[in-house]
């Protein structure tokens, strides 16, 4: 029986009805679904209890809190079978599904099954899927999929450039029209980056976000007016993180 692999919040699956807080669709009414497992490591993830296990090596900006010790693994998953996922997400009635991480193309199959599921039962849902761009969907997914809101990870990530930037999935995401891309913006100097990926991968600048790294309001206000100048010059759009102002760092919200 095919399972997804779920983040395990307080007990209970992080399924959740909220706001789409970032990107080209912020605002609208959205349930979560956030996967567990990640292929990347960044340093300032704030979901780094999908993916940060014990006895990894990889760095992350909470080290230096006393309080803060990597997760166990066994106990941070929830495998839920498709009808599981199905039933939590039918409570709330809505039909905008974020397929989100962790890195969820990591379980590429069992979501295309996921989505194939929802598909029986009505034909009106619309999958985004938020992704960090380093793997390329298959034919199937491709078909299921409405929206990849795909996230490349700059130098600031402390991730190697040979595991964050694979050029044959940026290839394919700057070509397809389902995809926007967004940045996270930590400083001024990130933007030099973002130029070169979209110059190297040809990708429009009507499809790529800058969104300002933070979580809290007051780290994201901060950087706000300089980074909505750089879209203003570049053309790029600006985007927010409108769960982070009202929830602040919050999981399931
Ligand atoms: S790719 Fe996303 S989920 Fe993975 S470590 Fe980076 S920020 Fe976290």
Redesign the pocket.
């Known amino acids: 029986m095919t399972t997804v692999k779920i983040a395990n919040l307080d007990g209970k699956p992080e399924i959740f009805h909220s706001i789409q807080g970032e990107g080209k669709n912020i605002g609208q009414p959205s349930v979560f679904i956030r996967t567990s497992l990640?292929n990347?490591?960044?340093i300032w993830?704030?979901?780094?209890y999908?993916?940060n296990w014990e006895k990894t090596r990889f760095a992350h900006v909470k080290d230096t809190d006393p309080t803060y010790t990597k997760y166990k693994m066994d106990e941070l998953i929830i495998s839920l079978t498709l009808e599981e996922i199905y039933e939590e997400v039918f409570k709330s009635g809505c039909k905008n599904i974020v397929l989100t991480?962790?890195?969820p193309m990591m379980q590429l199959d069992e979501l295309s099954e996921l989505m194939q599921f929802f598909n029986t039962k009505a034909t009106d849902y619309f999958f985004e899927i938020e992704t960090?761009g380093t793997l390329v969907p298959d034919a199937t997914f491709e078909g299921l999929i409405h929206q990849y809101n795909v996230?490349p990870?700059l130098a600031n990530?402390n991730n190697p450039k040979k595991l964050r930037e694979k050029p044959e999935a940026y290839n394919y995401f700057s070509a397809n029209e389902k995809a926007v891309f967004k940045f996270v913006i930590s400083a001024e100097n990130d933007l030099t980056e973002v130029l070169e990926i979209c110059e190297t991968y040809k990708i429009p600048n009507r499809k790529v976000y800058l969104m300002p790294e933070g979580t809290n309001p007051e780290a994201l206000q901060k950087k706000q007016q300089w980074l909505i100048e750089i879209c203003k010059k570049h053309q790029f759009n600006y985007t927010d993180r409108l769960h982070v102002h009202i929830y602040g760092d919050k999981r399931g919200v």
Not at 45 to 48: E, G, L, M
Request: aromatic share 6%; hydrophobic share 10%; proline share 0%.
């Open positions: 990640c990347l490591h960044c993830c704030d979901t780094d999908t993916w991480g962790g890195e960090n996230s990870k990530s």
